[in-house]
């Protein structure tokens, strides 16, 4: 009983801290680089997140290369500072991407193959 207070402090603040995670990743990212390299002039991404109503939500995809424009849809939750996205890819397989780093302008996260794409704030 003693130690009541100093857990719920804990839980409270771990929820906080989702949820300021959960604020900083909504909106819309522009992709900048993947390995480090910029993608081709022809190529655009952005990666729109919405925020539910507790740590997580849901967004898409747009991607545009030349003439062909599709969107991929993806739900994601945050979870002890970790935030961790699924879709299902082209041929219906569940993907499971984490971000690795995230600040209010610049958003990285690490694919399933290890590629490492960087998107900035739009």
Known sequence: MKYLPLLVALVLLSCSKERIQNRKLEGSWELWKVNDQKPSASYQQVITFEKGKKAGGSGYFQVVQGETSSQHYFTYEVENE?????????????????????????????????????????
């Open 82 to 122: 970790t935030i961790v996205f699924t879709y299902l890819d082209k041929i219906n397989n569940t993907e499971f991407n984490r971000i690795d780093r995230l600040n209010r302008n610049k958003l990285v996260y690490i694919d399933s193959e290890g590629n490492e794409f960087i998107y900035l704030k739009i």
